[in-house]
């Protein structure tokens, strides 16, 4: 079974950067995917990467300033933010879900079965 661990988060001003890390274990079969949740709202599918590494999709919002990688022989997933904004402020989970196909990854929440325990991330001046 798939264990997820984040790190990386933190308080940064406006227009910084961060990199989150999601270190996994037995995730190679896996598509691995970033949400958040802010204060008082939902959780929103934020990026994702499918087992094969050739899919990413990222939410509207994000495009351009964050993007996904995916490290197989080091069993991490990686979230570079970058030109952060104070609505990117929120919990970062990282999850992991299985699709039959390895070109497949999506922001939707309930496919993925596994999920980390969340890292913070604050933006703010």
């Known amino acids: 079974q798939v264990q997820l661990v984040e790190s990386g988060g933190g308080l940064v001003q406006p227009g910084g950067s961060l990199r989150l890390s999601c270190e996994a274990s037995g995730f190679t079969f896996y598509a691995i995917g970033w949400f958040r949740q802010a204060p008082g709202k939902e959780r929103e599918g934020v990026s994702c990467v499918s087992s094969s590494v050739d899919t990413t999709y990222y939410l509207d919002s994000v495009k351009g300033r964050f993007t996904i990688s995916r490290d197989n022989a080091k069993n991490t997933v990686y979230l570079q933010m970058n030109n952060l904004k104070p609505e990117d402020t929120g919990v970062y989970y990282c999850?992991?879900?299985?699709?039959?196909?390895?070109?497949?990854?999506?922001?939707?929440?309930?496919?993925?079965?596994?999920w980390g325990q969340g890292t913070q991330v604050t933006v703010s001046s």
């Open positions: 999850a992991s879900g299985y699709y039959t196909d390895s070109l497949r990854c999506g922001l939707v929440e309930n496919e993925y079965e596994t």
